[in-house]
Each structure stands twice: as C-alpha cells, then as structure tokens.
C-alpha cells in the first residue's frame, strides 16, 4: 500500500518505519523536502520512503496520516489540498495541545469539539480516523510492556475505513478499541492530557493504556 504521512517529525518518523515494515511505501510530506537531515534519515530507511511536499504526500498516499502538530494542522491540510485526500482513509494522530512555561500542556479545544472533528470538517470528502493520539511514538509499533500489549483507541464516521486502520494497528501490535463516531475525539485527545500527567507522575514515558476484560468464557 502507499502511504502518505503530512509531517516529518518525531511521530511521522515512528510511523514511516512502522509502516515500511509492514511492506508499504511511504511518502513524507513536509515543507523542506531537501533538509539534509530528513534526506539523511530517508536514506537510512531504504528505498521504500520518500520525500515530498504535503500535497506530494497526499496525493501519493491510498491512506493518508496526519502527523503534525496540533496547531500546524489548518495550515498543513490547506497545503495538503482536500481535493488530493477525497475517498481516502485520513489517519488523524494529533492533539490540540497548547504549552506553557513551567506546567503541562492543555487542550486548545474540547468538551463540544475536537481536533478529530476539526479534521473531519477540513476533509469534508476523506474518512477520518483517530489514532495513535493516547501515547507516545516510542511505543508506535509493537510495544512491549509488562502486562501488554496496550490497546489502542480509535474513533471514526466510516465502519470501513475503520476497518482498515484496525488492521493496521494489528500489523503495528495493537489491540483495538472502538469508541465510535469521530465527536470521540472529544475523550480520546484529553487522554493524551492523562498519558501526559501519568508519565510525569511515574517518571516514564513508556507508558500506555490497557482495558482489562473478564476472562473468554470456555
């Protein structure tokens, strides 16, 4: 499969390689595509990542992964284009996060809306799923805690596209939980916030979340 990833941090980074494991081809959208360090890392992955512009990106990707941050994303989906990521399943990883100096982040939305929703409304034509926004990138792919694997929560309009970022996440190592429709944003993106205060708590960020459930009935 092709998968354009919009953003070349960190996270976007964690994700390519997760993907490239899997046997997909992956194209990196950022606004610098020559940066000697992101051609630097490409290089390192192998041929099956490349670089590109946003709308290179999307474009080029059968499922789409915003990965970006929170307050770049308006202005990541603008140079994007809809028009590139219309019938596509749209991977949304972000928070609305907001820093200040000497506390915790919060949210710069929520309650009545979300980030995901924000998404959703941008791509009018794209199916939205929220993922990989409740932990942090080192866990991305295959995580292996005492007691995992973790699951991964996800939410989203279409059953399908649903479907298909499940079994991604399989690939990845993850269980999945399904909160349904895309306005679960509004639980999924405070837990980020959780996760956060959690790790600064336990001082670890390799840290995930697990729903325990009874035992298989034989």
Do not use: Y
Request: hydrophobic letters at 45%; aromatic letters at 6%; proline letters at 7%.
């Amino acid at each position: 499969m092709k998968v354009g990833i919009l953003g070349s941090g960190d996270v976007a980074r964690s994700l390519a390689k997760g993907f490239v494991g899997r046997g997909d081809n992956v194209r990196l959208g950022t606004r610098d595509p020559s940066s000697a360090s992101l051609v630097s890392w490409a290089k390192e992955i192998g041929p099956n990542v490349s670089l590109g512009s946003l709308a290179d990106a999307a474009e080029f990707g059968e499922l789409a992964v915003v990965a970006t941050r929170g307050s770049a994303v308006p202005e990541v989906l603008r140079l994007a284009g809809p028009k590139n990521l219309v019938g596509k399943v749209v991977i949304d990883v972000t928070n609305p996060l907001v820093f200040r100096e000497n506390a915790p982040p919060s949210l710069s939305v929520g309650h009545d809306d979300s980030a995901g929703e924000q998404v959703q409304r941008a791509l009018p034509g794209a199916h939205v799923v929220k993922a990989f926004n409740t932990v942090g990138n080192s866990l991305f792919v295959h995580p292996k805690l005492p007691g995992g694997p973790p699951d991964m929560f996800i939410c989203g309009n279409d059953a399908q596209a649903k479907a298909t970022v499940t079994k991604v996440l399989k690939d990845f190592g993850w269980p999945t939980v399904d909160i349904g429709g895309i306005e679960g944003s509004r639980l999924l993106e405070p837990m980020c916030i959780l996760w956060v205060l959690s790790a600064m708590s336990l001082g670890s960020w390799e840290i995930a979340f697990k729903i325990l459930r009874p035992a298989a009935k034989a």
